[in-house]
């Protein structure tokens, strides 16, 4: 964990001890500001700070870095997403001073979707470096104000470092270590990919605080409601990654007709329930994906609601 004074709300609250609550909000796929300042408007006052996406699942959307702003804009605190996949090593150390100069304080440091994924999958991709290579750059040009090359930073840009962990991926006995690379390049808070299968979750965090990397970092596990059967069957068969569990599909199946929904959310209240009661989660990561009208509510069935001042 950093040891400079904290600059953004996500790293008093976690720092201070509170339970985080993080949003996200996926930026238009056009120029439409007033579309992105609705579903900030959903989030204001749920959360410590929303994650900006930087064109998820390989689809182009508005850049992360202006979608950032306006909900910064807007009195959220925004967490700057940044992909490998679209950028080389001079265009990732100039948007983050770039980010930085405009008072953005969090970020966080991925690899990026395939473009074969997206609409348009014939593009060319960079990864000129990988997201552990991204979070030991950041953290240089933090701690020690140098660029890739060595050279000095006039005013270093002073990010709370964030990167993501998918605790279900293959190979399912390496996903721990990996963790543990982004926690010893720099990473400061950690999110998980979306949880489902909560067994399987509990053994993948009994191996992370084995290895102590709770006290290295801060672990916010990651939350996104079912709203349907369909939603979660896809999932299950088409998202790379996923595990959901044929229990959870049996469990939405069984609603009452016109409650699947409800359900979903009652599940997600569960999760976060257990969350703030598991040993190394030190918040949670609500994804709603199109559904931030919903986050006010769930925030408040999961009693995370009134949100912590620092």
Not at 27 to 53: F, W, Y
Request: hydrophobic share 40%; charged share 25%; proline share 5%.
């Amino acid at each position: 964990m950093s040891d400079y004074k904290a600059g953004s709300n996500l790293e008093k609250v976690l720092k201070a001890g509170h339970f985080a609550f993080t949003g996200e909000c996926g930026p238009p796929q056009g120029a439409n500001i007033e579309k992105l300042k609705e579903k900030a408007s959903h989030l204001k006052g749920c959360v410590d700070a929303v994650n900006i996406t930087d064109n998820q699942t390989a689809v182009v959307r508005m850049s992360s870095w202006a979608a950032s702003l306006t909900v910064q804009q807007e009195g959220l605190e925004p967490n700057f997403q940044m992909v490998c996949r679209d950028r080389n090593r001079l265009a990732i150390q100039s948007d983050v001073l770039g980010v930085y100069s405009h008072g953005i304080r969090n970020m966080l440091c991925l690899s990026g979707d395939h473009q074969r994924f997206g609409n348009h999958p014939e593009a060319k991709n960079v990864f000129d470096i990988d997201s552990i290579q991204l979070i030991k750059t950041v953290k240089v040009m933090r701690d020690e104000g140098k660029f890739m090359n060595g050279q000095d930073i006039d005013v270093p840009p002073r990010l709370f470092i964030g990167a993501a962990s998918n605790p279900f991926a293959e190979p399912y006995d390496f996903r721990a270590y990996r963790l543990a690379k982004k926690v010893a390049a720099g990473a400061d808070f950690i999110q998980t990919q979306c949880i489902y299968n909560m067994e399987r979750f509990r053994e993948f965090m009994k191996r992370v605080v084995d290895m102590g990397l709770h006290e290295k970092c801060f672990i916010l596990a990651g939350v996104t409601p079912m709203k349907s059967v369909g939603m979660a069957q896809y999932m299950a068969k088409q998202v790379p990654g996923m595990d959901v569990p044929e229990s959870l599909i049996k469990r939405l199946r069984g609603a009452p007709k016109g409650k699947v929904a409800d359900e979903g959310i009652k599940f997600a209240v569960e999760q976060i329930q257990e969350f703030k009661e598991m040993k190394g989660i030190a918040g949670v990561h609500l994804m709603a994906i199109e559904w931030e009208h919903k986050v006010r509510e769930i925030a408040e069935l999961a009693g995370m609601l009134p949100r912590p001042t620092v």
